[in-house]
């Protein structure tokens, strides 16, 4: 782990700074090891600190990485870090500038009176987050693998006649059940005419015959997140669903079969929505192709019509593309993937032959 700091102090190196203030939870949980909810982590060119409350001091001794020291403060957070700044001779000193509120920065340049100067160093962490080690895909794979086993125990028990929301309550009953630390996002959880709602939290809408439903869910593994779509049918589909179904299949399988490292975003985008174009439902495909995964459920890097970044070695991603036809309902098929070695590695097993549950 002392890689990942190394990668970040070679970055306040190049923008000529002596150490980086660090609050922001997933930025955090990345560079420490530490999962509690507050803390103010310094991570400077030769040493590193976690400062912590009372609450979470003995957590803290238990998480974080070795060559981090845990201090707890007594004063405040300020008065704690203001020592150490003048201790360890650090002038100037980067905060994310992405995720510190006005008045947080406004309390740093006031309370750090023994700094030269607080530099935005915007979402620099963010940015090494993309590019996985082997221990974070190996993780998430585990993740992956759970949701996997969530999916083939909620087909099971779906039948016609439930609300959505007892699907719902059944989905992190079974997530937890299995060892997940919880949910990575709400589940989504939409059915017949609902389903046409990409975002579709669970409602008490009632299942019955010719749904589609739509179950859009993930779980937090070991810190890291998975995230999984596949839709069903309740009772045989009508023609115009079956072949929707059809069509988002063969636009996510072109992709996985056609992505290599080295293609764009925004390409790789293009191989799906151009089959759902050219199936007439163009305008119903309203959403990226994918996002990244890691310790949050959307990272870098983006798979849109929009997005510039180049997919490499290292990224984990997901493949999401699907049509949505409002009055009629919707469908979407997701797997999530990486790139290992130069080759595509799909993380996601559970079926996508068109699944009826009578």
């Not at 405040?76 to 003048?86: A, G, M, P, R």
């Not at 949050?296 to 970044?309: F, Q, W």
Request: aromatic share 8%; glycine share 10%; proline share 2%.
């Amino acid at each position: 782990m002392e890689y990942r700091i190394q990668k970040l102090r070679d970055k306040l190196k190049e923008n000529n700074l002596d150490a980086a203030i660090v609050t922001g939870r997933p930025n955090t949980l990345w560079l420490s090891g530490f999962t509690g909810s507050t803390s103010y982590l310094l991570i400077g060119l030769n040493k590193s600190y976690l400062i912590v409350d009372f609450r979470y001091t003995i957590q803290a001794k238990q998480q974080v990485f070795k060559g981090i020291e845990v201090i707890q403060y007594e004063d405040s957070f300020f008065t704690t870090l203001n020592t150490l700044i003048s201790q360890d001779n650090i002038k100037n000193i980067g905060f994310e500038g992405n995720i510190v509120s006005y008045k947080e920065y406004l309390d740093l340049k006031e309370k750090l009176t023994n700094a030269k100067s607080l530099e935005n160093i915007g979402d620099t962490i963010e940015k090494l987050r993309i590019i996985k080690d082997r221990d974070e895909i190996g993780r998430i794979q585990e993740a992956v693998l759970l949701g996997d086993k969530v999916f083939d125990r909620i087909v099971n028990f779906i039948k016609p006649g439930m609300k959505e929301t007892e699907i719902a309550a059944e989905l992190e009953y079974i997530m937890r059940k299995l060892g997940a630390e919880g949910p990575s996002f709400q589940s989504i959880v939409a059915a017949g005419a609902r389903s046409a709602m990409c975002h579709g939290t669970a409602s008490d809408y009632v299942l019955k015959k010719g749904d589609a439903l739509v179950l859009d869910f993930g779980v937090i593994y070991r810190n890291y997140c998975s995230d999984m779509t596949r839709t069903i049918f309740i009772g045989e589909p009508e023609k115009e669903p079956k072949e929707i179904y059809q069509t988002v299949k063969e636009a996510q399988q072109a992709v996985l079969d056609t992505i290599k490292p080295g293609i764009s975003g925004y390409e790789a985008d293009k191989i799906a929505r151009d089959i759902i174009k050219k199936a007439g439902y163009g305008d119903n495909f309203g959403h990226g192709l994918g996002h990244g995964v890691g310790i949050e459920i959307h990272e870098a890097p983006r798979l849109s019509i929009k997005s510039k970044d180049i997919l490499t070695d290292g990224m984990v991603f997901s493949v999401e593309p699907g049509i949505y036809v409002e009055g009629l309902g919707g469908v979407r098929i997701e797997d999530m993937v990486a790139f290992v070695d130069g080759k595509l590695k799909n993380f996601t097993t559970s079926t996508k032959e068109l699944i009826v549950v009578n």
